[in-house]
């Protein structure tokens, strides 16, 4: 009489195993079959849980309990699912009749199908209150042996996830590894200014390390920058004591030799001096 | 990340999961491991995955164990959450669970009606980590401390996967 749709009469199926029996096996069976009541019309008709409410003679809030066991049931569907408190508390989730829901409706109002309640299969709720009964009364490790018999989920291992824990950050050493870079590279600094301000005197013959060299067009090219169009160019650098000059001298050609390569400024003379020996 | 160390940290895995394919790729393999090293089982069908171990026992956030009402009310919460319907408030959620605990015979007021709602949004919060729940509109560390409802969404499958067959003896 209901067709050949799949239906079981269990209580604690999944909506991927619609139960659509299961609302003629709860005690209060009549209210279930007044909300589908409510629901039965047209094929379209959706209603919130307060229009079923208002429709069946019941609150709201109880009207949308039962709508959503029955939507877990497969007799209901619901439409919207609602994003916030205030659309929830609005009620704009809409529920209406599944196929299934509709034909099991017809069918029970047309043969008067009566099911016991005795045959209806013990809930889960049923032991996992009275469980949750002895737990409370229990102490800690009774507690949570009942815990583990009855759900048995255990705590998450956060380093399986996570990995060892990192090393603790030695403040100390960090510091230390930090002071032993600025100073090895102060010491470079200083090497190199060094070398440059010993080869001022001959700078278009001197080969320079890298670092002399890098200084050097380090320096050239800051002056290049605060050039004035046709001009002289200048920049003092305290950090290594020295000044870099560039003279205009049209048609003099004057060639930087460095361990990476060669500089020729075209129209330049270049004069290094200590910043302390221009006062 | 390896299937293993997942189930490690997430022993629940609701359906969607990025995790999950890889755990029913090897599940055969991951339950022998779970069995062998950590005397662990595991149950996969289509909401999701979960591993069972008879010695659990869950710690709260800040890393106390669970106090026995806490036990108790995630137990109603498992038991509640199935007919809730995919969206519920927590203040609902509650309201459910603490009519249930009244039909258990738990008095939800002997400790006051405040550490009551911790202990509910304490064993809500364990079912987030989980993904039974998920927050939609507010938090339950807010439902919590202040009362502040909250709009929650609910994997039914889920919820029904974590009851032992058989029950606690």
């Known amino acids: ?279 | 990340m390896d299937p293993m160390a997942t189930l490690l940290s997430r022993p629940v895995l609701p359906a969607a999961d990025a995790g999950l394919p890889a755990v029913r790729r090897r599940e055969t393999e991951l339950a022998a491991r779970l069995g062998d090293e950590y005397g662990r089982g595991l149950l996969v069908d289509a909401a999701g995955a979960r591993v069972i171990d008879p010695r659990a026992s869950l710690l709260r956030a800040d890393g106390s164990p669970f106090t026995p009402r806490m036990y108790a009310c995630l137990l109603l919460a498992v038991a509640v959450l199935p007919s809730v319907g995919a969206r519920v408030t927590a203040a609902e959620l509650d309201a459910r669970v603490t009519a249930l605990a009244g039909e258990a015979g738990i008095d939800p007021g002997a400790e006051g009606p405040l550490a009551w709602r911790r202990a509910v949004a304490e064993a809500l919060l364990t079912l987030r980590a989980w993904g039974v729940v998920g927050e939609i509109d507010g938090g339950l560390s807010g439902y919590a401390e202040d009362g502040e409802d909250a709009l929650l969404a609910v994997d039914a499958a889920l919820a029904r996967l974590l009851p032992l067959e058989g029950g606690a003896s």
């Open chain 1, 1 to 279: 009489m209901l067709g050949a749709s799949p239906v079981t009469a269990s209580g604690t199926g999944s909506p991927a195993s619609p139960t659509g029996l299961a609302h003629l096996l709860v005690p209060d069976s009549g209210s279930y079959q007044a909300v589908l009541g409510a629901l039965d019309g047209d094929r379209e008709l959706r209603l919130t849980a307060t229009e079923v409410a208002s429709a069946t003679g019941g609150d709201p809030d109880g009207a949308r309990a039962r709508l959503e066991r029955l939507v877990a049931w497969g007799n209901v569907t619901r439409t919207d699912e609602a994003d916030s408190l205030v659309a929830y508390r609005a009620g704009t989730v809409r529920y209406g009749l599944t196929d299934l829901g509709r034909r099991i409706l017809r069918a029970v109002s047309a043969t008067s199908v009566e099911v016991a309640a005795a045959t209806a299969p013990d809930p889960p709720s049923r032991w996992l209150a009275e469980l949750a009964g002895r737990v409370d009364a229990a102490g800690d490790e009774e507690a949570a042996r009942l815990y583990a018999a009855a759900i048995g989920v255990p705590s998450p291992e956060p380093t399986a996830a996570e990995g060892p824990p990192p090393p603790a950050l030695d403040l100390a050493a960090a510091r230390e590894a930090v002071l032993e870079r600025d100073g090895r590279a102060g010491r470079e600094l200083a090497r190199a200014s060094g070398e440059l301000r010993e080869a001022a005197a001959d700078l278009a013959r001197r080969r320079l390390s890298r670092g002399a060299f890098r200084l050097l067009t380090d320096l050239l090219g800051r002056a290049l920058a605060q050039a004035a169009p046709d001009g002289d160019a200048y920049v003092a650098d305290a950090p290594t004591g020295l000044e870099l000059q560039l003279l205009r001298a049209p048609g003099v050609r004057t060639p930087l030799y460095g361990e990476d390569g060669v500089i020729t400024l075209d129209g330049f003379k270049v004069r290094v001096a200590p910043l302390d020996g221009r006062s």
